[in-house]
T-cell receptor, first 109, second 115 residues
Framework: QKEVEQNSGPLSVPEGAIASLNCTYS??????FFWYRQYSGKSPELIMS????GDKEDGRFTAQLNKASQYVSLLIRDSQPSDSATYLC?????????FGAGTRLTVKP | KAGVTQTPRYLIKTRGQQVTLSCSPI?????VSWYQQTPGQGLQFLFE???????NKGNFPGRFSGRQFSNSRSEMNVSTLELGDSALYLC??????????????FGPGTRLTVL
């Protein structure tokens, strides 16, 4: 069974802090990795995609991928209350996209 | 460019009925995938259509089916509805240029309630 695991949270951080979200996956054949943000009652929206080992930065967001450890993470710097949402990790191989259960993040003012 | 659209946004049905949901992908996107999202199970993959053909299928019973038209619009159908089918049904489209870097963009979803 190909699995994507995330801590369900809730993860609570103060405004301005760094939020660290983690994801592990079981299928070594996975090729592409995505982070989606989902606000309550809304559909997922893409934040970042990462395909090779290392870090990828986009504004306040940094995705980190370590294929040897089968680990992908998302760092949110200078967290804002508007970042409060559920963050979904998604992993694809050549067949389908699989999602983790999501981590609920709360940023407290 | 317009995003993925789904209709209807909300639907209430009773057990035993059937339902058809519609999805219009982003212009130029050729792949449409369907997902079921529930609080207990999270996002679960239903199926993917590409060029009017089902390319991949998740682990759902045969009551769940779909199709894609030549303009890439897609419909999914659920027959003999059960209470457990109450969920948010999400459609996602992608360009389908590269299987490994393909990015899916989600529609707003259809909230189905089965009474």
């Amino acid at each position: 069974q190909k699995e994507v695991e995330q801590n369900s949270g809730p993860l609570s951080v103060p405004e301005g802090a760094i939020a660290s979200l983690n994801c592990t996956y079981s299928d070594r054949g996975s090729q592409s990795f995505f982070w989606y943000r989902q606000y309550s009652g809304k559909s997922p929206e893409l934040i970042m995609s990462i395909y090779s080992n290392g870090d990828k930065e986009d504004g306040r967001f940094t995705a980190q991928l370590n294929k040897a450890s089968q680990y992908v993470s998302l760092l949110i710097r200078d967290s804002q209350p508007s970042d409060s949402a559920t963050y979904l990790c998604a992993v694809t191989d050549n067949n389908d996209m699989r999602f983790g259960a999501g981590t609920r993040l709360t940023v407290k003012p | 460019k317009a995003g993925v659209t789904q209709t209807p946004r909300y639907l209430i049905k009773t057990r035993g009925q059937q339902v058809t949901l519609s999805c219009s992908p982003i212009s130029g996107h050729r792949s449409v995938s369907w997902y079921q999202q529930t609080p207990g199970q999270g996002l679960q993959f239903l199926f993917e259509y590409f060029s009017e053909t089902q390319r991949n299928k998740g682990n759902f019973p045969g009551r769940f089916s779909g199709r894609q038209f030549s303009n890439s619009r897609s419909e999914m159908n659920v027959s003999t509805l059960e209470l457990g089918d109450s969920a948010l049904y999400l459609c996602a489209s992608s360009l389908a240029l590269n299987r490994y870097t393909d990015t899916q963009y989600f529609g707003p979803g259809t909230r189905l309630t089965v009474l």
